[in-house]
């Protein structure tokens, strides 16, 4: 099972994502942390990748595509994955479609979770994540606060903000998405894999389990 999950920055697609892998035993990726984790080690991948992160901008399709592909060939990827952050272009859609072809397999669903930017924004600004990776919770300091201030309820570990999760670069973020999703959407939709997601109360505790709910019916 290949799925795919598209939706704005803080729509809570990571959330939902790590739920959806742990329940399918299906790898997460997520090319938002691949990056963090190269730039955390200062590789030259990373170096590149911060380069247009901290702007907000999409890193280079070349690069993401050749990362993307290296992870895909991994033995825990043979039954499928769930993607979180990639294909975010048409050319890494073709792509990815293209990868998949030669291995007899196909995009199985691609949830795009609709969420309004008022509640976007609120939650990019209050959300912390915890800095262990193998752990990788996400808290919202205001909606879903950790039980003790900068400290992950699961394993202890303290919490981090993103370098990227500040107004200036929202913006630019969520205008990206706008440009890219759209067409994004179109090509998912043609391939019949496209659905949406509006969660009722996007800011309740629960909002990223319903939304894995939904996908599991779905793909049933
Ligand atoms: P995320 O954690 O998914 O919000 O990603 C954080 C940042 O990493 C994005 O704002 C982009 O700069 C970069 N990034 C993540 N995934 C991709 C991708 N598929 N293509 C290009 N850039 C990406």
Sequence with gaps: MYIVMLGAPGSGKGSAAKILAKKTALPHISTGDMFREQIKKETELGKLANSYISKGQLVPDEVTINIVKDRLNWEDATNGVILDGFPRTIEQAKALDEFLKGQGKSVTLVPEIIIPDQVIIERIL??????????????????????????????????????????????????????????????????????????????????????VETILKLTK
């Design 126 to 211: 209050n959300r912390a994540t915890c800095s262990n990776k193998e752990c990788g919770a996400i808290y919202n300091t205001k909606f879903k606060p950790p039980k003790i201030e900068g400290i992950c309820d699961i394993c202890g570990a303290p919490l981090s903000i993103r370098n990227d999760d500040n107004e200036e670069t929202i913006k630019s973020r969520l205008e990206v998405y706008r440009q890219n999703s759209k067409d994004l959407v179109e090509y998912y939709k043609e391939n019949g894999v496209w659905t949406s997601i509006t969660p009722d109360d996007p800011t309740a505790g629960n909002a990223s389990d319903q939304v």
